[in-house]
Nanobody
Framework: QVQVVESGGGLVQTGGSLRLSCAASGSRFSIHRMEWYRQAPGKRELVASIKNDGSTNYADSLGGRFTISRGNAKDTVYLQMNSLKPEDTGVYYC???????????WGQGTQVTVSS
């Protein structure tokens, strides 16, 4: 069974930075891509994604403030969040999508709160 574990959330003031971490393990197949979503009341948004070829994609609303990257460990990704705003507040979830099956596996989420 694939496990996905996020960490790094917390409380930060407007303009501050946080780095989220995500590690996936247990997949029989390679991981095609890993994604970060955020959940705010009534809204879920794909924040960023990175494929196994290193290509990345970001939500237009971020304005270049976030960066997704791969860690040295297998199936590990980071989300560097800079110039945080109150509207970035939410639960951030990491998803790992398998290459062969297309199955998606989700972590438990990590809370990010940006105070004004």
């Amino acid at each position: 069974q694939v496990q996905v574990v996020e960490s790094g959330g917390g409380l930060v003031q407007t303009g501050g930075s946080l780095r989220l971490s995500c590690a996936a393990s247990g997949s029989r197949f390679s991981i095609h891509r890993m994604e970060w979503y955020r959940q705010a009341p009534g809204k879920r948004e794909l924040v960023a994604s990175i494929k196994n070829d290193g290509s990345t994609n970001y939500a237009d609303s971020l304005g270049g403030r976030f960066t997704i990257s791969r860690g040295n460990a297998k199936d590990t990704v980071y989300l560097q969040m800079n110039s945080l705003k109150p509207e970035d507040t939410g639960v951030y979830y990491c998803a790992a999508i398998e290459d062969v099956t297309g199955e998606g596996y989700w972590g438990q989420g990590t809370q990010v709160t940006v105070s004004s």
